[in-house]
T-cell receptor
Framework: AQSVTQLDSHVSVSEGTPVLLRCNYSSSYSPSLFWYVQHPNKGLQLLLKYTSAATLVKGINGFEAEFKKSETSFHLTKPSAHMSDAAEYFCVVSDPPNFGNEKLTFGTGTRLTIIP | KAGVTQTPRYLIKTRGQQVTLSCSPISGHRSVSWYQQTPGQGLQFLFEYFSETQRNKGNFPGRFSGRQFSNSRSEMNVSTLELGDSALYLC???????????????FGEGSWLTVV
């Protein structure tokens, strides 16, 4: 079974300061990993995905994440927070692409608050 | 290019009734998945369809069912509604590939179901 653990349920940062959202995963295989963002009353938007290519993955809106197998981590970072980044962020794991299924397993989410 | 479209966006039903939710995937996408989002349980996988066949099913009672049509549009049905079925139901679609780059899974904005 696969799982992800988001280590912080709530993170607050000041506008213009770095963002770090932490995620650890558990998987019997080399998984695919994703970060999704959900703004209030909206669906989920894909920020970035890792599928065993480069371990440093760049996403949209200046976000990036680094896959560290030795630490089973996939933390999301952004150098400078913007007010529009305030949202709920989900770390997600799925089977490797060649497994032929697309079931996503979500973490419990991290609510990011940006302080003006 | 239109995104994943879900209808209706909001609905209120009474306990014991049934409900059908509809999802139109992105044009050309053949894989459709459904998720339930609640404050208590977070995001949980319901089922996944590809080419009109259910490929994967989550741990939900038989009251939850779905289907996919030849044009890839999908519906999910919940019978004998319970108060606990109140949730945001999200549909996702992808092109589906087993290649190393994996799939990009796109979500709709969801259908908000309230059971009273």
């Amino acid at each position: 079974a696969q799982s992800v653990t988001q280590l912080d349920s709530h993170v607050s940062v000041s506008e213009g300061t770095p963002v770090l959202l932490r995620c650890n995963y558990s998987s019997s295989y080399s998984p695919s990993l994703f970060w999704y963002v959900q703004h209030p009353n909206k669906g989920l938007q894909l920020l970035l995905k890792y599928t065993s290519a480069a371990t440093l993955v760049k996403g949209i809106n200046g976000f990036e994440a680094e896959f560290k197998k030795s630490e089973t981590s996939f933390h999301l970072t952004k150098p400078s927070a913007h007010m529009s980044d305030a949202a709920e962020y989900f770390c997600v794991v799925s089977d490797p692409p060649n497994f032929g299924n697309e079931k996503l397993t979500f973490g419990t989410g991290t609510r990011l608050t940006i302080i003006p | 290019k239109a995104g994943v479209t879900q209808t209706p966006r909001y609905l209120i039903k009474t306990r014991g009734q049934q409900v059908t939710l509809s999802c139109s995937p992105i044009s050309g996408h053949r894989s459709v998945s459904w998720y339930q989002q609640t404050p208590g349980q977070g995001l949980q996988f319901l089922f996944e369809y590809f080419s009109e066949t259910q490929r994967n099913k989550g741990n939900f009672p038989g009251r939850f069912s779905g289907r996919q049509f030849s044009n890839s549009r999908s519906e999910m049905n919940v019978s004998t509604l319970e108060l606990g079925d109140s949730a945001l139901y999200l549909c996702a679609s992808s092109l589906y590939t087993t290649g190393p780059s994996g799939n990009t899974i796109y979500f709709g904005e969801g259908s908000w179901l309230t059971v009273v």
